[in-house]
């Protein structure tokens, strides 16, 4: 599992994740018995990935391993190997579905897709939430009537952000819904990118820490991965190296 969050603001767009690879582990004991175990097999994997000639970020979550080989290698095949200098943000969540959905169409693998297109003078952001197996494809950054709309997407190991900021709701005995927790809202649309940065690594390291203390596989870990898109330009915020 992992976590990967995109959140836009008007400044610019953050994308970030964790670095964490967990596999599941099945075999028999001498005596014949079976056991499956959950373990951590990575702190180092890449989630989140520029693409520079695009002006567009994607990265990962759900399942990392088809066919033994790790998600981030084939996603570096898919851009070197589908894309075109005429794609852009619009073009890439629809290819990069179809590119997966071609050798693995049942994997339960996710992506967000972010970044600026041009149109007319104006670089307008583009947010999108693509899975494999559902073939979906959605745009997460507007409103009904067509405007953009600004906010944060989370996807992954969501449960422990979820239950801090999003508002809990139960039938009553009329099958009504009643708000019984009712978080202070985020003001997203007023938020700065440092702001929005902050936010990004809150949510991961909230999250980390929490499985820590919890009796539950400690499936999201590692450094912390930021990129940041601006109409401008592309930046890493934070970003794992190799060391020896």
């Known amino acids: 599992m992992s976590f990967v969050i995109a959140i836009y603001v008007p400044e610019g767009i953050v994308m970030a994740s964790d670095s964490r690879q967990s596999v ?5 004991v001498p005596d014949g018995r079976s056991f499956k175990v959950e373990t951590v097999n990575s702190d180092a994997v890449t989630k ?5 000639k695009h002006q567009a970020g994607i990265s990962n979550f759900g399942q990392d391993l088809l066919a033994g080989v ?5 996603i570096k095949r898919f851009i070197e190997e589908d894309l075109t200098p005429g794609d ?3 073009t890439v969540p629809r290819k990069l579905v179809d590119y997966f959905r071609e050798s693995f169409p049942n994997a339960d693998v996710g992506f967000h897709v972010t970044g600026y297109k041009k149109e007319g003078k104006i670089s307008v952001p583009h947010i999108y939430s693509c899975h494999v197996s559902r073939n979906a494809v959605e745009r997460r950054n507007t409103k009904p009537d067509g405007s953009l709309s600004y906010g944060a997407a989370w996807s992954g190991q969501t449960d422990i952000l979820t239950s801090i900021l999003i508002p809990v709701v139960i039938k009553d005995d009329k099958g009504s819904d009643k708000v019984i927790r009712s978080p202070a809202p985020i003001i997203w ?3 700065a990118l440092q ?3 902050d936010f990004a690594i809150y949510a991961i390291r909230t999250t980390i820490d929490t499985m ?6 400690k499936n999201v870990g590692g450094p912390i991965d930021v990129l940041v898109l601006t109409p401008e330009e592309a930046s890493w915020i934070q970003k794992k190296s190799y060391r020896g």
Do not use: Y
């Open 24 to 28: 599941t582990v099945e075999g028999k």
């Open 48 to 52: 989140t990935f520029l693409l520079e």
């Open 70 to 74: 790790p998600i981030a290698s084939r």
């Open 88 to 90: 852009n943000v619009e």
């Open 189 to 191: 649309d007023a938020m």
């Open 195 to 197: 702001d929005a940065i």
């Open 212 to 217: 820590r203390f919890q009796a539950r596989p």
